[in-house]
């Protein structure tokens, strides 16, 4: 337990810090359009577009299926499990800049899928993955800054992300 509390006094330490940094209100407006990529629009965009160019067959087409049937009841599931509370409820005097789409904060969907998106698409163009990366972690910076999650809460959407879509993909090289 005292491991846990050590982590959540950081986390917050980290969090408070950077909400409060002066900066932190120019970043807001950016951080909104950065989150805005995250969410579901664009992959299902995606599905479609390689649905339409490649045929149900394309291998990018069935790992990203495949790794968003897992990835959405296991976050589900993790963030109905911890019920980390958000931010905007656990600290006193703070409100989030958005309202976030659900109740808990661990782990961080967008970041989740955003890595997840990212590592899938980087195995089939890899000279883009440092840039989707990029991409993916200024997902997961930008929910911090908009105050729906915590630190932590990103770090392990990106490794929730990432595992899935491995996974995800040696499942379709079979």
């Known amino acids: 337990m005292k491991l846990i509390y050590s982590i959540h006094k950081y986390d917050v330490s980290l969090f408070t810090w950077l909400n409060g940094v ?16 995250g969410d579901g629009v664009p992959y299902v ?20 299926l495949l790794a968003f049937l897992l990835e959405r009841p296991i976050y589900w599931l993790l963030k109905n499990g911890f019920k980390r509370n958000r931010p905007q409820q656990a600290l006193r005097d ?26 899938l698409l980087g195995n089939f163009l890899p000279t883009l993955m440092p840039l ?9 910076f930008s ?22 879509a491995i996974f995800s993909l040696n499942q379709t090289l079979l």
Do not use: E
């Not at 002066?22 to 990529?37: D, F, K, Q, Y």
């Open 143 to 164: 929910r911090v800054v908009l105050g729906v999650h915590f630190p932590t809460d990103t770090l392990m959407g990106a490794l929730l992300g990432v595992a899935i």
């Open 132 to 140: 989707l990366y990029l991409w993916a972690a200024s997902v997961g």
């Open 94 to 119: 703070f409100r989030s800049t958005i309202k976030p789409s659900d109740q808990f904060s661990f782990p961080s969907g967008h970041t989740s899928a955003a890595f997840m998106v990212a590592t």
């Open 22 to 37: 002066g900066a932190h209100a120019n970043l807001v407006g950016v951080c909104r359009s950065i989150s805005r990529t």
């Open 45 to 64: 965009m995606l599905a479609i577009w390689l649905y339409w160019d490649q045929g149900g067959h394309d291998r990018l087409l069935q790992a990203l």
